[in-house]
């Protein structure tokens, strides 16, 4: 079986790197992958569509891989008329798309040969809402190179930061979006420093666009409630590995993901996790066996589950070691690439 995986710029670098994964551990003998990338792509372009159609039948492809909606529909087109299947893997609910491409997401969901969801709580979510046939459609979790947060350069959070060694490192992971709710993290540091804490919440993430308002809600708090010497913007990390495995206790709100990859990456980096108890965060937690549930939209309890580890971190930390070890077998590359191998098999027998 010959397979594509198709996907443009800009992308998000967990998927960058997944795609990555995937074709370097992809080691099966009746499968062959080949990796397409456009970094000038405009699915309007009819060369890019003709071109991409050439490489298809040259290379007698079977299946496209894709992982944007947009790459799902110049999948489409490109492959129109061939006996080409079209898989698409899905990060996100895109509730508040409109438009062409509320109408192109739309197409997608309808014509793919098969939509490859995060978790159960998206797959069934999408399947009620859209309607669509269950047995056409799989949850498979992502998945992670070990190598990759095993082996990294050591940089020193203290030391670029300025942290005391007295102080605990608190740390959050993600862009300003409403979809990962930060200003949950800056109401539970309120509370927490009223606790006696010697912290420091550092918060690793950018500032979206069409986001911008949520930014500026988030620093205004953050300004009018004195928490400048509490947390540390400090933007976005490239080196995930490294950040996580300093922090005494990763901190995170999810409010509408289909899936929190830095909740996992959290998890099989060995750190605490405290993190809201929402469907999703259920699911990839095993009901709170993971990492410690919050009330949502509690800050309060927020607080408090996290002023627990910090009181007992050398306990937390032993079980911290005993999760991150149960969840790199959960959330290994070959675990990720064994159930693609299965899906594409399934797929072509649709």
Known sequence: MRIAILHTNPYYQEIEELILDIISNFKVKDFNLFEIKYSDFKWYKLSKIIELRRFLKINKIDIIHTYHYLDAFYALL??????????????????????????????????????????????????????????????????????????????????????????????????????????????????????GRNFTCLVAGDEVEEYDSYFDDCKYYYLSQGLDNYINFINHRYDIANYLSQLDVFVYHSDNEAVSIPVIQALISGVNVVVNDNEMIREITRNGK???????????????????????LEDYQLIAETVQEECREIFCIDRHVSGLRDIYLKVKKL
């Open 78 to 195: 490109a492959s129109k008329g061939l006996k080409v299947n079209v898989v698409y893997s899905c990060y996100s609910y895109y509730d508040n798309i409109k438009g062409f491409h509320k109408k192109a997401f739309e197409k997608v969901l309808n014509n793919v040969d098969s939509i490859i969801f995060q978790t159960d709580t998206q797959k069934n979510r999408f399947v009620s809402k859209y309607n669509l046939d269950p047995k056409k459609h799989f949850k498979l979790l992502h998945g992670f190179s070990l190598k990759r947060f095993d082996k990294f350069k050591f940089n020193s959070l203290r030391d670029e930061f300025f942290i005391d060694d007295f102080k605990y490192i608190v740390g959050t992971l993600g862009d300003f979006t409403p979809e990962h709710d930060v200003l949950n993290v800056f109401k539970m540091v309120k509370k927490l420093r009223k606790t």
């Open 290 to 312: 993971y990492a410690i549930l919050y009330k949502s939209n509690d800050a309060a309890d927020f607080a408090e589950k996290t002023r627990q580890i910090l009181i007992d």
